[in-house]
């Protein structure tokens, strides 16, 4: 430390040294930091007394000036003296002496400054003797010896009580007076002194008696406080604390128990801090281990209870196990000994010390005092008083007086809370310590939550400032702290307390839901494992519930109700997690449980909403079954739990939607099952496939009608129940987003969710979630205000470009908006003009229409590609997708229906004798209201659906623009209205094709009816393919309304004529051939639109069996439920029907293990489809069969069946995709009429006439051979017109193929043929005459017949036409050639009926397959051979030739041809030998003349064309060329009727099938597999010329056949197929 005395100052000491010294000391004596000027002072005396002793002061001079200082302080002298003390140490141990010396003389100059006892004090005796103050410092040791020792070794003899009780009597008396006067306790202090000293009683004896009379007078706080702290002031300070941790050692042995008194007295003198807690605390027990030691051994045996509750106890065991718990029990009782913490805890509570009794606590483990009944008593007291003001002032309900409570007397106890903001302060904490021990005094709970409430309502309330707020805030957090810790444990302490629970909802219902279920989760999860207690509660909670659930049935749902209902009011959330886990399990417990449910409180069914959400979220849970095909049972039974509790009871909602918009958020789907099951039972819209046609009719109608007559369940009393959900849904603004959210989830279940998952689930993912989005559509749409409505969705070109929602959801989103619109502005137009003239009406309808659908057209034309709407307009577009069913038609059967049943409903009322007579009268006049309510509805919707017909009349002009082709209006038309919304939904399904005929009967300019009937039904195997289980149906059900309609037509001329006889969309074009050169517009004739129609059965057929054979799961699927559809209209042929038979009983087989659900729908049609059969008919009926030259029509011209010749253009898609098929069955068509007349004129004589087999079945001699030839280049010219006609254009490019294949094509046929006649023998004169008869008939039939062709003919198919005709020719000389050779030929009557895709064929023509499939048919022809695949599978485009033409990608027909070509083959090999090589030669070179002939022709019809095309031109734009299939009619006439020989009956016998299988395994051998590959690949180049080809070849194979066989066979054969027929 540095010197504070400078060496300066010493030396020049009387200069300036002293002043110097002096003012240090002055300026150090001042210094208000006490302790520091003290050491400073110390210091600086030292220093100058150090100088004084080292020689360089003198003693005098110290002396002076010390003199000077010492006024400076008043402990001056003391620091003086401690100097000197220090010094003398130092001195005395130095060996110099002279310094000894100077310090004597030093203290000697001082002795005036410093008195005698303080340095006799401080100075060593042997310096004092020196100095003279003491004589002797022995002496003087021995003297200070013996004062110690009497000081503090001998103990003063006081008086005992029992030695002198006078002194002590007069104490007692004194203290246990009457101290209501003017005693006070100094007066009192005095006269105990006094007796102290006169009967020298022990002052700790006469406190120890003050406090047993304190214990005694406990009133009397006011006097002994005081004494105590008076007397205190005479005593050590730890006196009283000893003396009471004395009394306390007293009663801590095992028998003693400590007396509350004594509590009370230590807890008052501790809240006045006469004594401190911690010197207390260690002289109670037990000790602090001890008390955590038992906290553990509570926990250990609350888990071991657990234990055996869940525990399965064998009943042998349960006898010791109870007799173990008795002597348990038996040790317990021994009393414990007595917790002196707790009492004295106990005590400050009820005085009021929360700081002493918060620091006890927290000694102690959490909930560990409060654990003890007494102690929450005390505090739950405690609380009481301090929220009293605030609970009078906020919380006391209405009406409700309520016991008020004192405040306490003490001034130090809390303050008592006036305010929120004070609750913060102790209230909050105390009721944090009580934890869920709140349970021991419900009053102060419910006294809580109206706390609670009061807060919540003032939080809610607006128009606090910021600070405020966030002061709120925090009370807003410790409010939901309190309730998590405090208020809910204690309720699941509490016994059974309903009155608590609805107390606790009506603060609980003030939360956001997010809030709720955030504490039941704590609740449920955390706060059960918190407490001994509330472990044992759950583990009997779960084992009652357990009880309860075991015994739970159907009948006695009441009582068990009563049961659940006590459970619930504690610990809601264990008896239901209990509860759904059996759900899960045991979904027939669902009914029972929603029945029992009734006697819950409010919170307890949110409660219930929380766990169902957290069940549903379980992530360990799997959502699918093992299979991975379909979800889980679990899901689906909590879904439907879910749908009939939040139907029957009042439990918020908004949770589990929002949960719902999470998943779908999140890309998950599954659990729209849940949003399903809770719409369909709230709001009682149903969605389901399997709706009767009476119910769809139902729905049809308006919300009265749906309701009685549209759903399966009558759905009654949804008016609160669907009020509800709307209610959550706006409020929460979930309506819109969930629409748009399952929109958009559609095809992420596809392309996102659906990646690994299997294609079932996919499909039926993508079905929930769009049965979900009608259905929630259709909800929204019937129950939202029209403003509520308008005000959420919005447009539609912002719902498609911005939320990028399917076109078609987007639509059904919109619908309704623009009716509510349409309707309003029609109410405001009308009101404005009181106008009542119908005509006024309909005229506002329309004004109010355009106003609303303006804006639609508009913003429809941003949905598509500009090019779109050159053939459809927008409003068109808008007029389809904005209108439904309602609008449409007026379902009156089901209104009728309804009606009826109500006049039923009220006879058996009037008629049931046991119904009181009020019952009646009620339920006769709900049944009139409804009546009513229904009659004024139908009428309503009459006028309505009126209006809108009028509307369509003057918009229909404009609504297709086809601007390209009527083909491409079609297109579009179908692909972007028909198709997304006949599977959009049922009611869709039956609108779409309500409003195909609709546009059909309104005479819509450029809507061909015929071609898009055509489109729908000609190939249905890519529709049928892509669309999941449900849009099957409803893609059925549209098939089935199509069919309905062309069934109507077919079945009756007068409705053909009255509802399409002249309408424009059966108009056709009709060009006369040879006779008359004018145009004139036509329109379909009935009998041809029944040739349509059997066209349509057959192209049905076709795609089935297609589709059945694939083996793919989807398709089976979606074609056995299309089919299942179309039943009552589909098959109506017995042909068409047999080999649809054959083909499910397959499936059946081959499924009945595999797939079981593929077995149960097989199996389900099998069945339907065997009881239809009766009411199937023979082809011949279905439609009628001209005579043979009427119908002959080159086989492969014909698109259309029998006389109707649809172009090819018909068939889906322009792309020519159906050229080959169309063209195929139209021939097989023919055939089969054709074949039904040639059996009745064979009926007479089985003479070898051949008017069965080739139409023109009779001697083919050269002269018929010339007249084909003239007709050939007259109908060729007539073609190569119509390929000029410009709306031919699309498909002019295949000419150039086609011209080149065909002579190749041609020299194979020819080769063959010539093979094949070889071996034949010369026909009969009478065939011969037969044959001319026959040519002269189709002659003149030729002139006659009308063919229909509905759009531009593509020229490639012209060139088709023209090759068969001339391939005939080639036929027909081969014919000849064997005709001169001799033989008969036998008809072949069996195969006279319609072809069917992969049927059987009639015996002749099996055989003849078989054989000539081994030589020349396809290389997979062992498909031909099994009994029902006549099909083969065969490559798409000919390997022979790289520019051969396109093959219809549907190359079924084609596939058909050549099996048909090839059966007729077979037949030929197997009777005769090969032919010689010349004779093939000779009949290659007049194939080549032929079709050198051929090109000349050509050559003059085209200039011919030229001359006519400007005539054709101004046709051909709207109208199409059409006389091509008149053509092939004629052509047909004189080449014969190729077909009958060819069609396959699939009726006809499987015995025989199997037959010819084993002749034709026999036959077959490799070198024929070979010729058979060259042939096929031969056949496939070109479709159109082949086919023709085959024909003829069959012709001339069959006839040989005829010829070798003999008359006999025919026979056989006839009888065979009329059998079958």
Request: charged share 30%; glycine share 4%; proline share 4%.
């Amino acid at each position: 430390m540095a010197a504070l005395l400078p060496a300066e100052w010493i030396k020049n000491w009387e200069k300036g040294g002293k002043s110097e010294f002096v003012q240090l000391c002055r300026a150090l004596s001042e210094n208000k930091n006490h302790d520091v000027g003290f050491r400073d002072i110390q210091q600086a005396l030292y220093e100058l007394a150090y100088h004084v002793v080292r020689g360089n002061l003198k003693h005098d001079q110290a002396s002076n000036v010390l003199g000077d200082v010492i006024e400076f302080r008043e402990d001056m002298p003391s620091i003086l003296a401690d100097v000197f003390c220090i010094l003398d140490i130092e001195t005395s141990c130095l060996e110099e002496k002279n310094k000894r010396d100077h310090f004597t003389q030093l203290v000697l100059a001082c002795l005036y400054l410093v008195s005698d006892t303080v340095l006799k004090e401080r100075l060593d005796p042997e310096t004092l003797e020196s100095l003279g103050l003491i004589k002797q410092s022995q002496q003087f040791n021995q003297k200070s010896v013996k004062i110690k020792t009497k000081l503090f070794y001998k103990q003063q003899k006081f008086n005992l009580l029992r030695e002198e009780n006078e002194g002590y009597a007069k104490l007692i008396a004194e203290l246990g007076q009457d101290l209501s006067g003017n005693i006070t306790s100094d007066l009192i202090l005095e006269n105990i002194k006094s007796l102290i000293g006169c009967f020298n009683l022990d002052p700790n004896r006469v406190l120890d008696i003050i406090l047993e009379v304190y214990e005694c007078r406990p009133e009397y706080d006011d006097f002994f406080v005081p004494l105590i702290e008076s007397y205190m002031y005479m005593c050590e300070p730890q006196t009283l604390c000893h003396i009471l941790g004395f009394k306390f050692k007293f009663y801590q042995d095992p028998s003693g128990e400590t007396p509350s008194s004594l509590y009370r007295v230590a807890a008052v003198l501790l809240q006045h801090n006469l004594i401190d807690l911690e010197d207390l605390y260690v002289h109670l027990l037990p000790g602090d281990n001890a008390i955590i030691e038992e906290h553990k051994r509570e926990i250990v045996e609350a888990k071991q209870i657990v234990r055996k509750l869940t525990m399965v106890v064998l009943s042998s065991e349960k006898t010791e196990e109870k007799e173990k718990e008795k002597e348990k029990e038996e040790e317990k009782t021994e009393k414990p000994p007595d917790n002196q913490k707790l009492g004295l805890l106990e005590a400050l509570l009820k005085i009021g010390d929360w700081q002493h009794a918060q620091s006890i606590m927290d000694q102690m483990p959490p909930f560990y005092s409060t654990s003890h009944r007494a102690i929450a008593v005390a505090l739950c007291q405690l609380v009481h008083v301090t929220v009293e003001p605030l609970y009078r002032r906020v919380g006391v309900p209405k009406g409700a007086k309520g016991s008020p409570i004192s405040s306490l007397p003490n001034k130090r106890a809390p303050k008592q809370a006036e305010s929120f903001e004070e609750l913060k302060k102790e209230v909050f904490n105390m009721l944090c310590y009580l934890g869920p021990h709140l349970s021991h005094d419900p009053i102060l709970f419910a006294k809580v939550v109206r706390l609670g409430k009061a807060f919540m309502k003032e939080f809610q309330s607006d128009g606090s400032k910021q600070e405020d707020k966030e002061k709120m805030e925090t009370l807003f957090s410790c409010l939901l702290s309190i309730t998590d810790q405090v208020l809910l444990p204690s309720l699941s302490l509490m016994d059974c307390n309903a009155c608590m629970s609805e107390e606790l909802w009506g603060m609980f219902k003030t939360f956001p839901y997010q809030y709720r279920y955030r504490l039941y989760g704590q609740w449920k999860n955390e706060t059960y494992n918190s407490h001994p207690l509330l472990v044992k509660v759950k583990a009997q909670t779960i084992d009652r519930a357990k009880y309860i659930m075991k015994r739970l049935t159907k009948e006695n749902v009441k009582p068990s109700g009563r049961q659940i209902g006590k459970l619930s009011h504690s610990n809601p959330t264990i008896l239901f997690d209990y509860i759904l886990s059996q759900i899960q399990k045991y979904d027939n417990l669902i009914t029972p449980v929603v029945d029992s449910l009734k006697y819950l409180t409010s919170l307890n069914y949110d409660v219930l909403a929380y766990c169902i959400i957290e069940a549903l979220a379980n992530p360990e849970k799997e959502r699918m079954k093992h299979d991975d095909t379909t979800i889980s049972s679990w899901l689906q039974s909590l879904a439907s739990f879910c749908g009939a509790v939040f139907r029957k009871y009042p439990i918020e909602l908004a949770g589990l939607l929002q949960y719902v918009a999470n998943q779908l958020k999140a890309g998950k789907s599954f659990d729209l099952l849940i949003l399903k099951e809770v719409v369909q039972k709230m709001a009682g819209i149903e969605i389901t496939e399997e709706m009767t046609m009476e119910q769809l009719e139902a729905m049809t109608g308006g919300e009265q009608l749906k309701a009685e007559g549209g759903y399966f369940g009558q759905i009654r009393n949804t008016k609160k129940s669907s009020q509800r959900l709307k209610d959550a849904l706006l409020d929460h603004d979930l309506a819109l987003p969930l629409c748009l959210l399952m929109a958009q989830q559609r095809n992420g279940v596809v392309f996102q969710e659906g990646g690994e998952k299997h294609l079932k689930l996919v499909g039926k993912l993508y079905d929930q979630c769009h049965d979900t989005l009608v259905q929630f559509g259709g909800f929204l749409a019937s129950n939202l205000s029209t403003e509520d409505y308008i005000k959420r969705v919005p447009s539609i070109d912002v719902l498609c470009n911005e939320f990028h929602t399917p076109h078609d959801a987007a639509f059904f989103l919109s619908r309704p908006m623009y009716a509510h619109h349409i309707s309003s502005k029609y109410d405001e137009l009308k009101k404005a003009e009181k106008g009542n003239k119908q005509q006024h009406k309909v005229h506002k309808y329309i004004t109010s229409c355009e106003l609303v659908m303006a804006p639609v057209h508009e913003a429809v034309i941003s949905l598509h590609l500009p090019k779109v709407w050159d053939d459809i307009s927008p409003q068109f577009y808008a007029t389809f997708w904005s209108l439904t069913m309602y609008d449409l038609a007026v379902p009156h059967s089901s209104y009728d229906r309804e009606v009826n049943k109500l006049k039923v409903q009220m006879k058996a009322i009037d008629d049931n004798q046991e119904m009181p007579p009020n019952k009646k009268k009620k339920e006769k006049e709900r049944c009139t209201a409804l009546q009513d309510k229904l009659l004024e509805e139908e009428k309503k919707q009459l006028e309505h659906v009126q209006r809108v017909l009028q509307r369509l009349k003057l918009e229909k002009d404009n609504w297709l623009l086809a601007k390209s082709t009527k083909n491409e209006t079609i297109t579009k038309f179908l692909q972007l209205c028909i198709f997304p919304r006949c599977i959009f939904s049922a009611i869709d399904a039956v609108y779409c094709a309500h409003f195909v005929e609709l546009v059909h009967q309104q005479k819509t300019p450029n809507f061909s009816t015929l071609l898009c009937y055509d489109r729908v039904f000609s190939d249905i195997i890519y529709t049928v393919a892509s669309c999941t289980e449900n849009e099957a149906s409803r893609y059925g059900r549209f098939l089935c309304c199509m069919l309905e309609t062309v069934t109507r037509w077919h079945s009756d001329r007068v409705i053909y004529e009255k509802e399409c006889g002249n309408y424009p969309g059966f108009l056709t074009i009709l060009r006369a051939t040879g006779f008359d050169g004018g145009n004139k517009a036509d329109q379909l004739d009935y009998e041809n639109f029944r040739h349509v129609v059997h066209k349509w059965h057959y192209k049905l057929t076709k795609a089935s069996v297609h589709c059945l054979e694939t083996g793919e799961y989807t398709h089976i699927r979606n074609i056995l439920i299309v089919l299942t559809k179309i039943l009552p209209w589909y098959p109506k042929v017995l042909n068409l029907g047999q080999a649809l038979e054959r083909r499910v009983h397959k499936i059946c087989q081959e499924e009945k293990e595999k797939r079981p659900d593929l077995y149960a729908l097989a199996m389900g049609y099998s069945g339907q489809l065997k009881s239809r059969k009766p009411f199937m008919i023979p082809e011949n009926e279905f439609h009628h069969k001209d005579p043979p030259a009427r119908n002959a029509v080159p086989a492969t011209v014909q698109n259309g069946p029998g006389g109707a010749g649809m172009p090819t253009s018909l068939t889906i898609n322009t792309v020519r995709l159906e050229e080959g098929t169309a063209e195929e069955t139209a021939d097989k068509l023919k055939e089969k009429s054709q074949g039904v007349v040639k059996v009745i004129n064979k009926t007479v004589n089985a003479t070898p006439k051949v008017t069965t087999s080739n139409g023109n079945s009779a001697s083919n001699s050269k002269i018929i051979k010339e007249k084909d030839d003239k007709e050939k280049s007259g109908k060729e010219k007539d073609k190569e017109k119509k390929d000029k006609t410009p709306a031919a254009t699309p498909e002019m490019k295949a000419l150039g193929k086609d011209g080149k294949e065909k002579p190749k094509e041609e020299r194979a046929n020819k080769d063959e043929k010539a093979r094949e006649i070889k071996e034949k023998t010369p026909k009969s004169d009478k065939e011969k005459e037969k044959v001319k008869k026959e040519e002269k008939a189709s002659k003149e039939e030729k002139s006659k017949t009308v063919v229909t062709i509905i759009e531009s003919k593509s020229s490639a198919e012209k060139e088709r036409e023209k090759e068969p005709s001339r391939e005939r020719d080639l036929a027909k000389e081969m014919k000849s050639k064997e005709n001169a050779k001799g033989g008969e030929k036998v008809p072949v009557a069996g195969s006279l009926k319609s072809p069917v895709p992969r049927s059987e064929t009639s015996e002749s023509e099996r055989e003849q397959k078989r054989r000539k499939v081994d030589t020349h048919s396809s290389p997979s022809h062992s498909s031909t051979v099994k009994g029902t695949a006549v099909l083969p599978k065969v490559p798409l485009v000919s390997e022979n030739y790289s520019s051969s033409r396109v093959i219809s990608v549907h190359f079924l027909q084609d596939n058909l041809n050549e099996l048909k070509d090839s059966s007729a083959k077979h037949y030929i090999n197997h009777t005769t030998p090969t032919l010689s090589k010349s004779k093939e030669r000779e009949v290659e070179k007049k194939d080549l003349d032929k079709s050198r002939e051929r090109s000349r022709e050509r050559e003059k019809k085209d200039e011919k064309d030229r001359k006519e095309r400007k005539r054709d031109h101004s046709n051909s734009d709207r109208e199409v060329p059409q006389d091509s299939t008149k053509r092939r009619k004629e052509e047909n006439g004189t080449t014969g009727s190729s077909k009958h020989s060819k069609s396959e009956s699939p009726s006809d016998s499987p015995r025989l099938n199997e037959k010819e299988k084993e002749k034709n395994k026999s036959k077959s051998s490799g070198k024929e597999k070979g010729d058979s590959i060259k042939a096929e690949k031969m056949e496939k180049s070109s479709s159109g010329s082949k086919k023709e080809s085959r024909h003829d070849k069959e012709k001339a194979e069959k006839k040989e056949k005829r010829d070798s066989t003999g008359g006999k066979e025919e026979k056989k054969h006839h009888k065979s197929s009329d059998k079958h027929r």
